[in-house]
């Protein structure tokens, strides 16, 4: 009796204790949340997020409130007892999972502008929750069958042709994440994807860490002649950053080659620079991608025979424009051949250049840029930095860019200073249409930092929608060399190109006009997204245009038109190359993602070789524009399977433009048409009719091959 007496205080106090506990941990995490900034709307307009009180530790725990919350959501839909209809299921699941949206919103811009080895560890910690937290909507049988049970009698519906298009969204995502699998079938797909998922985020940030560490150290001065002042002066002062104050730094950008090797004349330099960018991510260190990429490729082919599909890409390209890996085959297809004739011209004409020179060598990649700007010299009269002058960035962004958008769409801009921002050197714009209603709020972060991704991209923080009353907050990120204090920011014409891509996308998120967020702006398939910014490429060449943003930094004087002639001329000059450098980056993407589940691959590098060879790319003068261990955007980015996009969109862009240019280009009743049938529409139409029904026929190939001077 003592004894059980004993034992009975004791279990008592465990109890007590064990209460205490868990309503001391429970206050605990309300104060947390309580003091959490991301846990409320913010009051700045347009709901920006107010970055001077978000700290890192915040992020965690707003995101686990954020899925709990949202899952609640969901069950709520799910459970609901009364016969599923528009209004008791797709309302509330658009509006479903607010919070974890507005988090996710800051944190992907954070995470990958302005990281920092926390953010890094929580990304890494979040990305195998998240997939599980997708899975375990997307997976919900019960509220499948309800959106089934909708999908079925839709065309009964009394609904507008959006909230049709609705449902069939969701049926078809719920239908491509495995709704319609076995359970055993459910479980095995969501192992995968949160193995995924981490994957994917630790190959982003090996390759962050492995580009870094790339970088080229230059010892002497006299080994970085050809670049100009301006750059040696940068490329010191990265030496200092880095505590070398004696030597000079090269930074590696994102892509196979680097920018800098067309001006540098010591050709070992360029040899130093290409391999130091080849081999960035496959040094056998901690930051080596080849194992990363190898699980990653087989996870995805097991992935597609859960799903009933031969390869990944078989599965991925469902909802796309091209619809299967066939119709990307055929449409690249076609356009090998004539790149590659014009390709090896091109490698004819730099070898005859190399071969009158006194040091008589074979042509390799690290020699291309720089021979070609030879080539382009000796044929147009015209190299590029005769051009770089007059390209401010300042000045091409104010004068170029929204220039172009006033013209077209009648939009203004008014820069912000009360916008809290992440980093100094962000500008904050805000956006008006001609009747001075609010469009939304516009970032700019173009210097390249060390903690920020490689490449440019655009990206959402708030989306459009007018169910969840709101307009878009967006933002634009490069990686432009920064000038040195008191300098000017000149920069080449690939990066002004770079500043009205990027900001096609932004106007393709801005003038959305979407009731749901789930179809609003850019939420569309792959190789029709980058329709609208490389369609907005071709403004920074008009004449209306350039004349207008390319002004001599010192001089004031605006660029003369013989120097315009010789751009204008060199328009399609070196397209071979790139085009063959992109085409090979699209194949070896395809060919990673059309393995199958009974292949075994066990090295990277002699599979990349291969598939080039397979695929009729291998030019050993013309590498890919991306290697596999540092393709991020087919391994991180979303484009798996995918990056023929850039070329399939290139295709529908080209076409439009000449839409525009057979009906009096640059003018603002072309630009709203543009608007309206194509920028505003978000994914609420069939792809190809909302093309058909702005330029009056099917898309055609002609157009690209004429503007590439493939033809």
């Excluded at 309300?30 to 992020?59: Q, R, V």
Aim: proline residues 4%; hydrophobic residues 35%; contains cysteine.
């Amino acid at each position: 009796m003592k004894i059980k007496l004993i034992l009975s205080l004791l279990l008592l106090i465990v109890i007590f204790a064990g209460c205490g506990s868990n309503n001391k941990d429970k206050k605990e995490k309300g104060n947390i949340l309580e003091n959490n900034p991301l846990m409320k709307e913010s009051t700045l307009p347009y709901g920006a997020p107010d970055f001077t009180k978000i700290k890192n530790k915040d992020f965690q725990p707003a995101m686990a409130e954020g899925r709990k919350e949202q899952i609640s959501e969901i069950q709520k839909i799910a459970d609901n007892k009364e016969p599923a209809t528009f209004k008791n299921t797709m309302i509330p699941l658009e509006k479903s999972g607010q919070l974890l949206a507005r988090v996710k919103g800051i944190f992907g811009l954070l995470a990958s502008a302005n990281t920092n080895p926390e953010l890094q560890n929580i990304e890494e910690k979040e990305a195998p929750k998240m997939a599980s937290h997708n899975d375990a909507i997307l997976l919900n049988n019960k509220l499948f069958q309800k959106i089934d049970s909708i999908y079925k009698k839709r065309e009964s519906l009394n609904l507008d042709p959006e909230s049709k298009k609705l449902i069939e969204y969701y049926y078809n995502n719920f239908c491509m994440a495995g709704a319609l699998l076995t359970p055993e079938k459910k479980e095995k797909l969501k192992e995968l994807n949160k193995e995924e998922a981490l994957l994917s985020t630790k190959f982003s940030n090996r390759l962050m860490a492995a580009t870094n560490a790339g970088a080229l150290i230059v010892y002497d001065v006299k080994k970085l002649n050809g670049l100009s002042e301006l750059e040696i002066q940068t490329s010191a002062l990265k030496g200092k950053e880095k505590k070398l104050p004696k030597q000079f730094i090269i930074p590696l950008s994102n892509t196979t080659q680097q920018p800098v090797s067309q001006f540098l004349t010591d050709r070992e330099t360029r040899q130093k620079l290409y391999q130091q960018s080849w081999i960035r991510a496959e040094k056998n260190d901690s930051n080596d991608t080849r194992k990363i990429i190898l699980r990653l490729a087989k996870i995805r082919s097991e992935k597609a025979n859960i799903m009933g599909f031969d390869n990944y890409s078989a599965w991925n390209l469902q909802d796309q424009m091209a619809k299967n890996p066939k119709n990307v085959e055929n449409f690249l297809s076609k356009l090998i051949p004539p790149a590659t004739k014009k390709a090896k011209k091109e490698i004819s004409e730099i070898q005859k250049l190399i071969n009158k020179g006194n040091d008589k060598f074979k042509l390799e990649p690290w020699d291309w840029t720089y021979y070609a700007e030879k080539v382009r010299k000796n044929k147009y009269d015209l190299d590029d930095s005769e051009i770089k002058p007059y390209f401010e960035l300042n000045r091409v962004l104010k004068d170029g860019v929204f220039y172009t958008a006033t013209k077209l769409y009648g939009i203004t801009f008014k820069e912000r200073h009360d916008i809290p921002v992440y980093n100094k050197d962000i500008k904050v714009y805000e956006i008006f249409n001609d009747d001075s209603t609010a469009v939304g709020l516009f970032y700019c972060d173009y210097y390249k930092r060390d903690n920020k991704a490689g490449g440019a991209w655009m990206d959402n923080i708030i989306i459009q929608s007018k169910l969840l009353h709101q307009k878009p907050v967006i933002y634009n990120v490069a990686n432009f060399t920064k000038p040195t204090p008191g300098q000017p920011a000149l920069i080449s014409y690939d990066d002004v190109i770079t500043m009205f891509h990027e900001f096609g996308h932004a106007l393709h998120g801005f003038f959305a006009d979407e009731e749901y967020p789930g179809l609003s702006g850019t939420n569309v398939a792959r190789d029709f997204v980058e329709f609208p910014s490389q369609f907005n490429e071709h403004w920074a060449l008009y004449p209306d245009v350039l004349k207008h943003y390319a002004v001599h930094y010192k001089t004031g004087i605006k660029m003369p038109q013989s120097l315009i002639d010789k751009i204008k001329k060199s328009a399609t000059f070196n397209q071979g190359y790139s085009f063959m450098e992109l085409l090979s980056a699209a194949k070896l993407d395809m060919q990673w993602h059309t393995i199958t589940v009974n292949d075994t691959i066990t090295d990277v590098d002699k599979f990349e070789k291969e598939s080039l060879i397979k695929t009729k790319l291998d030019l050993p003068e013309i590498p890919p524009r991306y290697r596999s261990s540092y393709f991020l955007h087919i391994w991180q980015n979303g484009y798996a399977s995918g990056y023929y996009a850039y070329i399939w969109a290139e295709m529908l862009e080209d076409d439009a433009f000449s839409w525009f240019e057979e009906n009096g280009g640059l003018t603002r009743k072309n630009g709203q048409r543009f608007r309206d049938m194509i920028l505003s529409r978000g994914n609420t139409e069939d792809y190809e009719k909302m093309f058909k029904n702005f330029t009056g026929h099917d898309s055609r190939i002609e157009p690209l091959l004429k503007h590439r001077g493939l033809e």
